[in-house]
């Protein structure tokens, strides 16, 4: 059976908002993978952001191999009944100049959700952590079934 692109696409937004964390998979130079479990904020669902440390693994291994795979999902649904986001990126740090625009998007969800509001001293100079981008490639979702489908956002 096949699902209609904006049924995907409506699924995808769906997953996306509703939840808090995604998981990072990272790879080292050897090749070795690296998931990591992280707090996001998203921009258009084409750019996720989150903050960490610049020596966390994930961080290391994004600054010599850019490449990331994503996933979020709701980790309570019952068997059978999950969605899923697979997200294909290219991730770093994000740069000083663009750390005000980005870090408004990370706190305006930080702050919905109960959270503290960010501001770019948290995330520059001696701050002990760094915000983080993710730009996407590439979407699927997994509807129900156990086939992941290309999604166009």
Known sequence: MTTP???LARIA?????????????????????WPSPVWYAHA???DFFWVSSPGARHSRNLA???????VVFDSHAAPGTAQAV??????????????????AVYSARS???GAKR?????VCGPAPQRL??????????????DERKPAAL
């Open 5 to 7: 692109q904006d049924d």
């Open 13 to 33: 937004r769906a997953v996306i908002d509703a939840n808090r964390y995604m998981t990072v998979a990272t790879a080292d130079s050897a090749g070795q993978p």
């Open 44 to 46: 258009g669902y084409r």
């Open 64 to 70: 010599g191999r850019p490449q990331a795979a994503i």
């Open 86 to 103: 697979y997200l294909t990126a290219t991730a770093a740090e994000v740069t000083p100049d663009e750390v005000p625009e980005a870090i």
């Open 111 to 113: 702050h919905a959700l």
């Open 118 to 122: 960010w501001t770019p001293a948290e």
């Open 132 to 145: 983080y981008r993710a730009s996407v490639s590439g979407f699927s979702v997994i509807d129900g079934s």
